[in-house]
């Protein structure tokens, strides 16, 4: 099906409508079908007898589902089991998913007719109003204000309802409308977009992975982290006048004011419209009458009693039809989106239209169209979603980084990684992306994919900062800052008019009472990078083994290799220079006045992240208000990173028992399907078997996997830690079967 439309007719735009309608409408009842069914395996505890150490492990390998989709259909389908008569409206495609979802949360057998009943007679922003009536909460801001956001959190930890509406997948969820909708329609996304030198893009880099293994994710997220953390430092190291934090708030006040204002008015004018599409909007829809939808209307009675394995097929068929489903919608809303068809049919905004026509947020909508978009110039892709060779999360991961050049070989990747493994890649292979400036990048051989993960290892070593003792023995330092010299030290205790910048004096230090710049000077000589030779010969350090997985690939073919030989070329160089410890010499010797030498590793990366309009606020005032103070050459992301590292460096650092087994593991289950942390080392031939303590015989899992999954025999290891054969179910009828990071036969296939 093409995508795009050329002067499109009413009455094409009115068919557009109706499919559409139909699809979101079948859509609904497929996702309640598949959420009754991963409840019902939640409750029996399959997803344990088939070697997976969670619902969430299970749904992403088995289903392609992200956490946030499993919580949001799980818990309506939960929700629905005492409601018979909402939920054969919501199988059928009588109600849209959101409406669904809005009703069970008020409903109750004994008034769900009337409920149903009200949800034909009203739109759905009719229809909110009643039920926050019935909730009895005020009907201003709902999901913005701070009572609300606690009502969302009562109802989200009683019923598991997640409060985040974008699902980790990528595909927005609409299952928390109620509160999250309007709160989406006023958080304004925007892009905050800036370049940086190679150095400080690697620093980046490595202050995410930090991020990451403190359990920060997300872009938003992180960002959120280094702020805060760079906000707390500014305000401990410059006197009171200095940074107003007050003077912070203006600006974010009148654009919330001009959002809220915004809000009204679209409020209005979807309100004027109302009466002109009512009659449209109340229409009731033809019963799908389809054996899935009599099933999901019967609830899962008739599935009590099946086997693990009896679910797991129903479940996997049942989220391919749904991955169909998608692709399909998705095709339709871009086609609409093109032919400007939400206004045509008289609607005054596009959420309206998804909103009270089709059952679906605005950035679900957003989400699904952007993927429309992206699978256009990706054929194959698109074709292999639409016949189920791969599933949504594969495809969303996908379009990420693949072009039309290298669409085939990601395809054919993804054909044969589970969906761990495909994220690992996917994320090496975009920051080989932006760190090449190539755009064309194939997938990672084994050696390239090793090398970059030894910045991963570098971070949880310590030995990005130079070692951990050392950033431990900053912990009572009175400043919380990154330990350089700001311009004008002397003003973290005087105004900054009592003194200029140049009548800092690197010579005030005492050796009894140091000052707080001192202290965080002599902070920055501490981390420096250790020497090759002082690496033990167990563990290499991760310039030698950076260096050796640049040098490996470079005998297979050199332009489509390209972006990785690039990319890892520079992280060695990176880490030969010292890191973090590059970093801090750097700026200090920029704050002397003294120019910063351009290294092999240097040049202009892009950065561009999808932020919220408040978060990009934050940035750039904190920054214009920081720039005076910050040394002649520091970015504001160099000083952000090193304020971070300056604060929780500490946190990481292996020297515990089996610590080289945990670093080499990146300090993650090494199950193919799990990536828990609190891991624990298993002997690949157990000790009782004459298994050894050498690292190549033991191997990472967590807690579940180690004990209840391999010793409790739903998951059986072999081989050396290098490559081990994994095989997940019962013994003689696995479900799954991985040869190191190679995937036993196509996705969909049994293995008996």
């Known amino acids: 099906m093409g995508c795009g439309v050329a002067r499109a007719t009413s009455a094409s735009i009115a068919w557009l409508d109706a499919q559409l309608v139909s699809v979101a409408r079948e859509e609904a009842g497929l996702r309640l079908r598949l959420g009754q069914v991963l409840e019902l395996m939640r409750r029996q505890a399959c997803c344990f007898e088939l070697g997976f150490s969670s619902l969430a492990a299970y749904a992403l390998e088995r289903c392609e589902r992200g956490v946030r989709w499993v919580e949001v259909a799980c818990c309506l389908a939960r929700r629905l089991e005492v409601l018979p008569v909402l939920r054969g409206a919501?199988?059928?495609?009588?109600?849209?998913?959101?409406?669904?979802?809005?009703?069970?949360?008020?409903?109750?057998?004994?008034?769900?007719?009337?409920?149903?009943?009200?949800?034909?007679?009203?739109?759905?922003?009719?229809?909110?109003?009643?039920?926050?009536?019935?909730?009895?909460?005020?009907?201003?801001?709902?999901?913005?204000?701070?009572?609300?956001?606690?009502?969302?959190?009562?109802?989200?930890a009683q019923g598991g309802i997640a409060q985040d509406g974008i699902?980790?997948?990528?595909?927005?969820?609409?299952?928390?409308?109620?509160?999250?909708?309007?709160?989406?329609?006023?958080?304004?996304?925007?892009?905050?977009?800036?370049?940086?030198?190679?150095?400080?893009?690697?620093?980046?880099?490595?202050?995410?992975?930090?991020?990451?293994?403190?359990?920060?994710?997300?872009?938003?997220?992180?960002?959120?982290?280094?702020?805060?953390?760079?906000?707390?430092?500014?305000?401990?190291?410059?006197?009171?006048?200095?940074?107003?934090?007050?003077?912070?708030?203006?600006?974010?006040?009148?654009?919330?004011?001009?959002?809220?204002?915004?809000?009204?008015?679209?409020?209005?004018?979807?309100?004027?419209?109302?009466?002109?599409?009512?009659?449209?909007?109340?229409?009731?829809?033809?019963?799908?009458?389809?054996?899935?939808?009599?099933?999901?209307?019967?609830?899962?009675?008739?599935?009590?009693?099946?086997?693990?394995?009896?679910?797991?097929?129903?479940?996997?068929?049942?989220?391919?039809?749904?991955?169909?489903?998608?692709?399909?919608?998705?095709?339709?809303?871009?086609?609409?989106?093109?032919?400007?068809?939400?206004?045509?049919?008289?609607?005054?905004?596009?959420?309206?239209?998804?909103?009270?026509?089709?059952?679906?947020?605005?950035?679900?909508?957003?989400?699904?169209?952007?993927?429309?978009?992206?699978?256009?110039?990706?054929?194959?892709?698109?074709?292999?979603?639409?016949?189920?060779?791969?599933?949504?999360?594969?495809?969303?991961?996908?379009?990420?980084?693949?072009?039309?050049?290298?669409?085939?070989?990601?395809?054919?990747?993804?054909?044969?990684?589970?969906?761990?493994?495909?994220?690992?890649?996917?994320?090496?292979?975009?920051?080989?992306?932006?760190?090449?400036?190539?755009?064309?990048?194939?997938?990672?051989?084994?050696?390239?994919?090793?090398?970059?993960?030894?910045?991963?290892?570098?971070?949880?070593?310590?030995?990005?900062?130079?070692?951990?003792?050392?950033?431990?023995?900053?912990?009572?330092?009175?400043?919380?800052?990154?330990?350089?010299?700001?311009?004008?030290?002397?003003?973290?205790?005087?105004l900054p008019q009592a003194e200029s910048p140049q009548a800092a004096s690197p010579q005030a230090e005492s050796p009894q009472v140091q000052s707080p710049q001192a202290q965080l000077s002599r902070a920055t000589q501490l981390p420096q990078a250790e020497s090759p030779q002082a690496q033990s010969p167990e563990v290499q350090s991760p310039q030698a083994q950076s260096s050796r997985a640049t040098q490996l690939p470079q005998a297979r073919s050199p332009e489509a290799r390209r972006p990785w030989r690039l990319m890892l070329g520079s992280l060695a160089a990176w880490l030969a220079q010292g890191a973090l410890g590059r970093a801090v010499q750097m700026s200090a010797s920029s704050g002397r006045g003294e120019p910063a030498r351009r290294t092999c590793s240097a040049g202009r990366v892009p950065v561009r992240w999808r932020v919220s309009v408040e978060l990009r606020t934050w940035w750039h005032t904190l920054e214009m208000r920081a720039r005076r103070w910050l040394p002649c050459g520091m970015s504001w992301v160099r000083y952000l990173c090193l304020v971070f590292w300056r604060a929780w460096g500490h946190m990481v650092g292996v020297n515990v028992a089996w610590g080289q087994v945990y670093l080499r593991d990146l300090c993650r289950c090494s199950s193919p399907v799990c990536s828990r942390r609190d891991v624990t080392p298993h002997h690949l031939r157990f000790r009782s078997a004459g298994g050894s303590d050498d690292l190549a015989n033991l191997t990472s899992l967590c807690t579940w996997c180690h004990l209840r999954g391999v010793h409790g025999g739903r998951i059986r290891a072999a081989g050396r830690a290098d490559h081990i054969v994994w095989e997940l179910g019962s013994r003689g009828e696995p479900c799954l079967r991985v040869d190191g990071r190679e995937r036993l036969g196509a996705p969909g296939v049994d293995w008996g």
């Open 90 to 156: 919501l199988a059928t495609g009588q109600l849209g998913w959101s409406v669904g979802e809005l009703l069970a949360r008020v409903a109750r057998p004994e008034n769900e007719a009337r409920w149903l009943e009200l949800a034909r007679e009203r739109t759905v922003r009719e229809l909110r109003q009643e039920v926050t009536r019935a909730r009895g909460v005020a009907a201003v801001d709902i999901g913005v204000g701070k009572a609300d956001r606690r009502v969302a959190g009562n109802d989200a």
């Open 167 to 494: 699902a980790q997948d990528g595909i927005a969820q609409d299952g928390t409308e109620d509160d999250v909708g309007r709160m989406e329609e006023r958080e304004a996304r925007c892009a905050l977009v800036f370049t940086l030198n190679r150095e400080d893009a690697w620093l980046l880099e490595a202050t995410r992975a930090l991020l990451d293994q403190l359990g920060t994710h997300g872009t938003e997220e992180q960002l959120e982290a280094l702020l805060a953390e760079g906000q707390g430092a500014l305000l401990a190291a410059l006197p009171w006048p200095a940074l107003d934090v007050a003077g912070l708030e203006p600006g974010h006040g009148a654009q919330q004011r001009w959002r809220e204002q915004l809000a009204l008015w679209r409020e209005q004018a979807e309100e004027r419209c109302e009466p002109r599409i009512r009659r449209v909007l109340l229409e009731r829809a033809v019963a799908n009458t389809s054996g899935l939808a009599r099933q999901a209307a019967q609830g899962t009675g008739a599935l009590e009693g099946s086997s693990a394995r009896e679910l797991d097929a129903i479940a996997r068929r049942l989220a391919s039809e749904l991955a169909g489903h998608e692709l399909q919608l998705a095709q339709l809303l871009w086609r609409v989106h093109r032919a400007d068809g939400w206004r045509r049919l008289g609607y005054a905004t596009e959420t309206q239209y998804a909103r009270e026509r089709l059952g679906l947020s605005r950035s679900s909508l957003v989400a699904r169209r952007s993927l429309a978009l992206r699978l256009a110039a990706l054929p194959q892709i698109a074709a292999a979603l639409g016949h189920a060779e791969i599933g949504v999360e594969a495809a969303l991961q996908l379009v990420r980084v693949a072009t039309p050049v290298t669409e085939l070989a990601w395809l054919e990747r993804a054909r044969r990684r589970t969906v761990k493994h495909l994220r690992e890649e996917v994320a090496a292979a975009l920051v080989a992306v932006r760190l090449s400036g190539e755009v064309d990048c194939s997938p990672p051989e084994p050696a390239e994919l090793g090398g970059f993960q030894e910045l991963e290892r570098a971070v949880l070593s310590g030995q990005v900062g130079g070692g951990t003792p050392n950033l431990r023995q900053l912990g009572g330092a009175s400043v919380p800052s990154h330990g350089l010299e700001l311009a004008g030290e002397s003003r973290a205790t005087q």
